[in-house]
């Protein structure tokens, strides 16, 4: 069955990097538009970043532009988020989600922290 | 400050129908399908409702979606205590490039 499981999330210095996983299995990754959406403890969904199916055009919000890349390894059914410059505002439990539609992974915390 | 507006709060009876607003613009909910969420503590997001009013397989057809110019509803009908959670509305903004969500609403099952 379908399933996507994050990982990578921790404890991290300010202005640190930190890359995200998101193993799925199931489905082909690659034929599907994949999305990072985070939440900061106590607050709403915020939507991250996008990746589309074909893997040419790649989508972030204003407040990771120019920080967080993602990517994917078709070879391993993964995607990735590699989150450079980390900021206290970046801490939150991050979901990756296929086409944002009715999978979603549980979550991985992390936590920007001195 | 989420673009996509909805009431923070919401609240209902056992039995009674509810709606939740979503509030947009022409550049993503006047021009694009909404999805909608369900989210209980602790857990990841459930979709509730895709392209504006379809309901995935498993949903149960109390829970309802509708469009209109800029603005979105989910309305759940025979509330039940389960329904207690919050909910959330989504839209792809084509000139942002973003997909948008909602703040997110509250609903009590009083």
């Known amino acids: 069955q379908v399933q996507l499981v994050e990982s990578g999330g921790g404890v991290v210095q300010p202005g640190r990097s930190l890359r995200l996983s998101c193993a799925a299995s199931?489905?082909?990754?690659?034929?599907?538009?994949m999305h990072w959406v985070r939440q900061a403890p106590g607050k709403g969904l915020e939507w991250v970043a996008v990746l589309s199916y074909d893997g040419t055009n790649k989508y972030y919000a204003d407040s990771v532009k120019g920080r967080f890349t993602i990517s994917r390894d078709n070879s391993k059914n993964t995607l990735y988020l590699q989150m450079n410059s980390l900021r206290a505002e970046d801490t939150a439990v991050y979901f990756c989600?296929?086409?944002?539609?009715?999978?979603w992974g549980q979550g991985t915390l992390v936590t920007v922290s001195s | 400050q989420s673009v996509l507006t909805q009431p923070p709060s919401a609240s209902g009876t056992p039995g009674q129908r509810v709606t939740i607003s979503c509030s947009g613009g022409?550049?993503?909910?006047?021009?694009?399908?909404v999805n909608w969420y369900q989210q209980l503590p602790g857990t990841a997001p459930k979709l509730l409702i895709y392209?504006?009013?379809q309901r995935p397989s498993g949903v149960p057809d109390r829970f309802s979606g509708s469009k209109s110019g800029t603005s979105a509803s989910l309305a759940i009908s025979g509330l039940q205590s389960e329904d207690e959670a919050d909910y959330y509305c989504?839209?792809?903004?084509?000139?942002?490039?973003?997909?948008?969500f909602g703040g997110g609403t509250k609903l009590t099952v009083l």
């Open positions: 989600t296929k086409d944002l539609r009715d999978y």
């Open positions: 989504a839209a792809w903004d084509d000139s942002l490039k973003e997909v948008l």
């Open positions: 199931g489905f082909t990754l690659s034929n599907y538009g």
């Open positions: 022409s550049s993503n909910i006047g021009i694009t399908d």
């Open positions: 392209s504006s009013n």
